[in-house]
């Protein structure tokens, strides 16, 4: 299979980049890890007329935190780049647990965080954790640069709030009030598979209490599901058997699951019961064991 | 599709635009006109005649094309040709030298880490990728790194053996120089 023509471009800085995309009226696409771009065009799902390829601006190649704690991800910080980060290990756990998670081993040597948020696909990881962590996107577009809250980012499946001469050149998560716990668990059938089911839990912690949490379902709705009632049953209080119960109890209750070659509807809500209580109950050993 | 392999000429008419790339391949420069949409798989393949890259799935699950990319594996069928342009690829034709095997490919030999053959020049390559990183792997380290290439035939055991069989003489290797 190969994809049908198109015109190539291979800017050297964002500016031109957005001036190409501008240039393309809506029939440029933007190439960044290309491992959902790639298979998409050699199906034909996707014929775009011009394909700008940021891979050349290496500065777009980045993890890092601010001082005060916030994580910047650049558009082309690869999911490899996540999975071997001691820094995002020490300071961010959910996205150090989703990592290795994602597609298979060679995928992550090229496929992009940024770019797989932008994809948009319902059973995406990066999306949960966006949302479990209050993440946002920047973008930059020919009038400057703008920030949108994960929630409102995208639109639909494979559907985003990126005008056609955007690009996101940036994930956003905010730093932690206190200190930032919390893990990923995805059930698959085999590596490299959609997720039956995912979870992704991100909460700030002081002292015993909760003081912001964040879960999220993939792989259990026609959208990445935030589970807000669930992670707000758990703010002000500590972690206890009871709350963690509860927790539970909600987040299966906000999953939309279908029945499918990969479980029935009521198997996938247990599945999200069971993540969300094993995930809550290894942040709280590994709190004790600390 | 009509056939398993499709041809698309490196030498395309002259009214489509091309690009002229350099890409090193096994250590030697390589320049070629390519239309935007060539596949590096099929370059090596179609355009260069390195037909050791194999395309299986063609839809990024297999890694039976995978190559290394400036020293990381990665799946060939999903890369533009264009892409590679001044970068460095190593084929499975770059492992052995005139004379003598890689280590790890005599480990797919002495352990029989291969049935038909299609996934070992993916397999070798993602292996070669992890014992560049790590030449102490344990068996769900090597498991883990080759997580990405199926094989139908061998039920994985014996490349996992293979693996460690290279492993081992390479470490061998590094004590003595």
């Avoid at chain 1, 995208?154 to 005008?163: C, D, K």
């Avoid at chain 1, 703010?235 to 927790?247: F, S």
């Avoid at chain 2, 392999?5 to 320049?31: C, F, H, W």
Wanted: proline share 4%.
């Amino acid at each position: 299979m190969y994809p049908s023509r198109f015109q190539y471009e291979s800017p050297k800085t964002v500016a031109e980049a957005v001036a190409l995309l501008d240039q393309g009226a809506g029939e440029a696409k933007l190439l960044a890890g290309g491992q959902s771009l790639v298979p998409m065009l050699k199906l034909r799902f996707a014929s775009p007329a011009m394909l700008v390829d940021i891979n050349g601006i290496e500065e777009l190649r980045y993890h890092r935190f601010d001082s005060d704690g916030t994580l910047r991800i650049g558009a082309l910080c690869r999911h490899e780049d996540l999975e071997k980060s001691d820094i995002i290990r020490q300071k961010q756990p959910t996205i150090s647990a989703a990592a290795p998670l994602v597609a298979d081993p060679i995928v992550r040597t090229r496929g992009t965080f940024v770019g797989s948020v932008c994809h948009a696909d319902p059973q995406g990881d990066w999306a949960a954790t966006m949302i479990a962590l209050n993440g946002r996107i920047v973008a930059q577009g020919p009038k400057g640069r703008r920030e949108i809250a994960m929630k409102d980012f995208v639109l639909g499946p494979f559907q985003t709030a990126l005008e056609h001469n955007e690009i996101a050149i940036e994930a956003v998560i905010p730093a932690p009030q206190g200190v930032a716990v919390g893990g990923y668990i995805k059930l698959e059938r085999r590596v490299g598979d959609f997720a039956t089911a995912s979870v992704a839990v991100a909460l700030d912690v002081v002292g015993d209490k909760v003081v912001r949490a964040g879960i999220a379902l993939g792989g259990v709705g026609s959208r990445t599901i935030d589970a807000s009632d669930a992670a707000a049953a758990l703010v002000g209080q500590p972690l206890t058997d009871a709350t963690i119960a509860k927790a539970a109890e909600l987040a299966a209750a906000a999953a939309e699951p279908r029945s499918d070659h990969r479980g029935s509807a009521d198997y996938k809500r247990h599945i999200v019961a069971t993540f969300v209580s094993r995930l809550l109950n290894q942040i709280h050993s590994s709190k004790e064991a600390a | 599709m009509s056939s398993l392999y499709e041809e698309v000429s490196t030498a395309p008419a002259s009214d489509v635009p091309v690009r002229r790339v350099t890409i090193n391949i096994n250590g030697e420069n390589r320049t070629v006109d390519v239309e935007p949409r060539l596949l590096l798989a099929h370059l090596l393949r179609q355009g260069l005649k390195m037909t050791g890259t194999h395309t299986g799935c063609d839809t990024t699950n297999c890694g039976a094309c995978t190559v290394l990319f400036d020293g990381r594996p990665i799946k060939s069928c999903t890369m533009l040709a264009v892409q590679a342009d001044g970068h460095a690829v190593q084929t499975v034709e770059g492992l052995a030298t005139a004379s003598e095997l890689h280590p790890i490919q005599e480990g797919f030999k002495a352990e029989h880490g291969l049935q038909c053959g299609f996934c070992t020049p993916g397999m070798m390559l993602a292996a070669k990728a992890l014992l560049e990183e790590n030449l102490n792997p344990t068996e769900d380290e090597v498991r883990w790194a080759l997580s990405g290439n199926l094989c139908r035939c061998t039920g994985y055991q014996n490349i996992v053996k293979a693996v460690l069989w290279a492993a081992e003489k390479m470490r061998a290797q590094a004590g003595q120089e």
